[in-house]
């Protein structure tokens, strides 16, 4: 089946450490994307990928960092710089060129 | 930034009612999506409409689209239970590929 996968669906960080969301499409998109949603409100783009090797800052990269070594990947790091890290994140494909957008199932990041 | 807002922020109907939400923009439309989210889920693309296109149609659903007021409507006909989520306007940005959402409306069906 074609799609995309985030993992874990939930997952607990202690102040202070780092923390890598997985996100896998095998979809064959070129674009890639990271957003997060806190609670009642909008998606607000962190990063994203156009094509392999290469991405950008979205509206609120600061505290985060990703990397986009195959196609198929499109990892985001959380670090200890981000100041509230605590809410959903969503992963998103699509081909790049205008269409519709793929998201996996969320994780939700909790900082205890 | 965000590119849409949807209005309202919040919506509640009766079982088969029709429900609208709108979405504003400040800058020029490129491909304008609209996706649903159930709660605690990830997003899926209901429809997209281009800038050249006044209406589309699928399903239950009907999307216009008014360039010179920047604004677009989803229009769900015949509401069901199922249809209870939180619904997002979107843009594809063209010049440098990003999609960026509104805040979203969250449509609750009575039964």
């Known amino acids: 089946d074609g799609g995309i996968t985030q993992s874990p669906k939930y997952l607990f960080r202690k102040e202070g450490q780092n923390v890598t969301l997985s996100c896998e499409q095998n979809l064959n998109h070129d674009a890639m994307y990271w957003y997060r949603q806190d609670p009642g409100q909008g998606l607000r783009l962190i990063y994203y990928?156009?094509?392999?090797?290469?991405?950008q800052k979205g509206d609120i990269a600061e505290g985060y960092s990703v990397s986009r070594e195959k196609k198929e990947s499109f990892p985001l790091t959380v670090t200890s710089a981000q100041k509230n890290p605590t809410a959903f994140y969503l992963c998103a494909s699509s081909t790049g060129t205008g269409t519709e957008a793929f998201f996996g199932q969320g994780t939700r990041l909790t900082v205890v | 930034s965000q590119q849409g807002e949807e209005d309202p922020q919040a919506l509640s109907i009766q079982e088969g009612e029709n429900a609208t939400m709108n979405c504003s923009y400040k800058?020029?439309?490129?491909?304008l999506q609209w996706y649903r989210q159930n709660s605690g889920r990830g997003l899926v693309h209901l429809i997209l409409?281009?800038?050249?296109?006044r209406e589309k149609h699928s399903g239950r659903l009907r999307v216009t689209l008014d360039t010179s007021k920047k604004s677009s409507s989803l229009l769900i006909t015949a509401s069901r239970a199922a249809d209870t989520a939180s619904y997002f306007c979107a843009d594809f940005m063209n010049r440098d590929d990003k999609i960026i959402f509104g805040k979203g409306t969250r449509l609750h069906i009575l039964p």
């Open positions: 409409i281009r800038s050249n296109e």
């Open positions: 990928s156009q094509i392999v090797n290469d991405f």
């Open positions: 800058t020029s439309i490129n491909n």
